[in-house]
């Protein structure tokens, strides 16, 4: 036995290799076909600023920032599990997650042609004007 493989006439045998068959617990972090929001990118950034309420306590406070959310875009589109990767108070964290669950379904990320869960992460801009 050499550096913790076994030796079979003199060849060392290569450690199993481990295939993880995908559940519908699993979330990817990156698909074939990734999801996204209904129209793109810009559209979506143009719905989240049409929808986005900045919190008086934070335009009060004079609080700027960039809150970074986290969700999942399950097999049928929907949005779950939003998360604050990065947030700044004052309310703000709160908003960047209601305005995010109130998104519609998106189409859903495939993965080998069928539906699978993927993880996705969005920043949002608070700005006074």
Do not use: H
Request: with cysteine; charged share 20%; glycine share 12%.
């Amino acid at each position: 036995m050499k550096g913790g493989l076994v030796e079979q006439e003199g060849a060392p045998l290569e450690p199993p290799v481990v295939v993880k068959v995908p559940t519908d617990q699993t979330i990817f972090v990156a698909s074939e076909v990734m999801p996204e929001f209904e129209g793109g990118l810009k559209k979506m950034y143009k719905w989240l600023g049409q929808n986005l309420r900045y919190p008086q306590l934070a335009t009060s406070n004079g609080v700027e920032g960039k809150v970074i959310v986290s969700f999942g875009v399950e097999k049928y589109g929907q949005i779950s599990g939003i998360k604050t990767l990065k947030g700044i108070g004052f309310g703000c964290n709160k908003e960047a997650r209601r305005v995010t669950q109130k998104m519609s379904r998106w189409p859903p990320g495939l993965q080998n042609g069928s539906p699978v869960r993927v993880s996705y992460t969005i920043p949002l801009n608070f700005q006074i004007n």
